[in-house]
Nanobody, 122 residues
């Protein structure tokens, strides 16, 4: 059974940093590409970042490029999202997701976590 559990969310002032973690209970974690998505109240879930199975290939939304970094540890079965220079518009529930493919849209992902809240105050 696949389980994804996000952690590390919280409240931070604008310009601050947070590091999100996603612990994956997947038998063959290293075979999966992993992604981060976010959803603000009243808005659709949007792509944030993704990494392939090895971490050697990454993709970012234009809105976070240069500020966020996705990484993974295939020994710990964990994917991370380092968020720097946070802005109020980054406020959302952040979700991690897994796929045996690779993509930047929600429909390409097969498994999802429950999400963790990130709130950035001005």
């Amino acid at each position: 059974q696949v389980q994804l559990v996000e952690s590390g969310g919280g409240s931070v002032q604008a310009g601050g940093s947070l590091r999100l973690s996603c612990a994956a209970s997947i038998r063959t974690f290293s075979r999966y590409a992993m992604g981060w998505f976010r959803q603000a109240p009243g808005k659709e879930r949007e792509f944030v970042a993704a990494t392939n199975w090895s971490g050697g290939s990454t993709a970012y939304a234009d809105s976070v490029k240069g500020r966020f970094t996705i990484s993974r540890d295939n020994v710990k079965n964990t994917v991370y999202l380092q968020m720097n220079s946070l802005k109020p518009e980054d406020t959302a529930v952040y979700y991690c997701a897994a796929t045996l493919g690779f993509g930047v849209v929600t429909t390409e992902y097969d498994y999802w976590g429950q999400g963790t809240q990130v709130t950035v105050s001005s």
